[in-house]
């Protein structure tokens, strides 16, 4: 059964945009733009070499430290701005010496171009730096180790902060956030992804085109100061949502009409035990060759191989205290217990040997469509295609509100099923960065206008 409903309604956790920080309601984020490249056209040894560049990219993040490091991969197609085009051509060209007729030649360029919806791809990588509002664990232990009457002060600051029902963005934070947002930036700018920072509204699109999936995204309402607000989130991702088990489909009025598009979240829920080499096809490359515009999203925690060893230790200990319990009532431990510790096993054994860190991430691919039944026999085409390839897409049903919401920047994991654990090979040689092709390409879309 269908449920109609605002947006407003929506459960967004970005609270605010400064620059290329994201501010939500716990944490706060800094987004960067990856360098894309082109592979068809590089040697075997370059490829190896370009996949092996952006692995160690991800081993140096968290070369130096002991926690997890939360970071969140969008691939999204962006409509090329035409106008934009328009005005820096007219600019450039203004001091030649133009023919006659090149008026009229230019203006009909240009509307062929806007009739064609050209995309451009996008790469973005977002880095958790920290906590809203300076609340977190390590804060409270500290406060504990001085005393019970700073700890109990501690937690009143927490309390009255999470009373904050507008979430608004301090300039103590802003100016908090960009000491570490800068040594991310130095890290990622002068690795193999040659990073740059996107202005904000890169980012606030984003947002605003989850919310017109299959159809064209209007141009932003940009703030006067440039910063993004609740409010302004608010407004630029207004639409009327039906809630479907398997999708959600979307309504916006645009030129006077109403339109409607239909989004569909999958998940990569199965990969080979071992991947094959990276001079094959990168398994997020495998959709380019499809020729189907498609977003993918991967959420994913960088572990030190130090912090992973100690979980793999922890969860060794809780099975064999599940079996232990197993046993005291005549009953030997389950099938799984045993599959299970002889996996954690495995990963200590590797752990051991390899001081390289390990990743636990969701990896999704969101799939969009003006109508149903299309949406239904993409998603087909897609399933069968990584099928081939050894790789499990599936189709959840009764999350993909919640897979909608999660895909949005400054967000986290909402669904935990289908966790992977691997190392950072599985996302450095995926492809994410990479394209087939020179120059942009459009036919997908013009054939769905015939």
Partial sequence: MALLFGSS???????????????SKKSIWAFYEVDTTGYDFLN???????????????????????????????????????????????KVSENWARKPGFNKFFADQV????????????????????????VNAAGFFKELASGWKQAYAYIQEFTKSLRISDYSVTEKEVSQAESPEKEFFSMMHNSALN???PEAEEIALIMKRTMYPAMPTPYLDVPANGRWGKGDIIRETGSDITKNRRWTEISQPIGGQILTGYRATLTFSKFPEQMSSPLSTPWIYMMQRIGIPFDMYARFAIIPSKSMKKKISRQKADIMDEAKNAGEVNIDAPLDLQEDYQKAAELEQYADKNNEPFLNGIYRMVITAPGEDELINIVDVVKTTYSNGGITVTWTAGDQQDLLLESMPGDDIREKSFMQSSNTELIGASGFNIYNKVGDDDRYNASRKR
């Fill in 111 to 134: 509307e062929y171009l806007k009739t064609r919806e050209f995309l451009s791809r996008k790469v973005y990588i977002g880095i958790r730096i920290g906590d809203r509002y300076g």
């Fill in 9 to 23: 309604n929506l459960d967004i956790q970005m609270c605010g945009i400064v620059d290329n920080i994201v501010f």
């Fill in 195 to 197: 990073c740059q920072r």
């Fill in 44 to 90: 075997e040894a370059s490829k190896a070499s370009m996949l092996r560049s952006i692995n160690q990219t991800f081993v140096n993040l968290v070369a130096n430290r002991e926690t997890e490091l939360n970071c969140h991969l969008i691939v999204t197609n962006t409509p090329v701005d035409i106008d934009h085009w328009e005005e820096q051509y007219l």
